[in-house]
């Protein structure tokens, strides 16, 4: 499956207010930040976590690249507050529907594993409850509007995640 064009005008964007990144972000250092003044929120990382955690960082930060290029490459933007212009089913999208949030999760947790921030780690998973949820349902929804049965057969051989 190729990229696809919108059947319909639809919604003009998903509806998304708040950058799901930006969660992440916070996750982050919200935990470095906690350990910094209460040092039993960071535990101690042996060399081979950190470079474990290094290597989740560094595979996250890949795949961002790789599909914020997919979305220039569809002259689309990657902002999920913003409407898509075409339907991405090439490249990563052809393994998971959402691998721009799959990557900043590798990454998120990859900084804070090798980092040893405990608190981080405990709230990561919230967050990506969060983005499972709440961004991509409505996403989700979004998408189905505007790309209609292209998107619903899309999601017939493509997984949410992975």
């Given at each position: 499956?190729?990229?696809?064009?919108?059947?319909?005008?639809?919604?003009?964007?998903?509806?998304?207010?708040f950058p799901?990144?930006?969660?992440?972000?916070?996750?982050?250092?919200?935990?470095?930040?906690?350990?910094?003044?209460?040092?039993?929120?960071?535990?101690?990382?042996?060399?081979?976590?950190?470079?474990?955690g290094?290597?989740?960082?560094?595979?996250g930060?890949?795949l961002e690249?790789?599909?914020?290029?997919?979305?220039k490459r569809?002259?689309t933007?990657?902002?999920?507050?913003?409407?898509?212009?075409?339907l991405?089913?090439?490249?990563?999208?052809?393994?998971?529907?959402?691998?721009?949030?799959?990557?900043?999760?590798?990454?998120?947790?990859g900084?804070?594993?090798g980092?040893?921030?405990?608190?981080?780690?405990?709230?990561?998973?919230?967050?990506?409850?969060?983005?499972?949820?709440?961004v991509?349902?409505?996403?989700?929804?979004?998408?189905?509007?505007?790309?209609?049965?292209?998107y619903?057969?899309?999601?017939?051989?493509?997984?949410r995640?992975?």
């Open positions: 499956m190729s990229d696809r064009q919108p059947q319909s005008p639809g919604p003009k964007s998903p509806g998304i207010v799901p990144p930006l969660l992440f972000v916070l996750i982050g250092f919200g935990g470095w930040f906690a350990a910094r003044y209460y040092p039993a929120l960071r535990f101690e990382v042996p060399l081979w976590l950190q470079a474990v290094t290597l989740m960082a560094f595979t930060l890949g690249f790789w599909t914020i290029g997919l979305f569809a002259k933007s990657a902002l999920p507050w913003q409407g898509d212009q075409a991405i089913a090439t490249g990563a999208y052809k393994v998971s529907r959402n691998p721009m949030y799959a990557g900043m999760l590798l990454l998120v947790t900084l804070c594993l980092l040893g921030l405990t608190l981080s780690l405990i709230l990561i998973p919230f967050g990506a409850l969060i983005i499972d949820r709440v991509i349902r409505a996403e989700e929804r979004y998408l189905t509007a505007r790309f209609g049965d292209a619903l057969d899309y999601c017939k051989t493509v997984r995640w992975l």
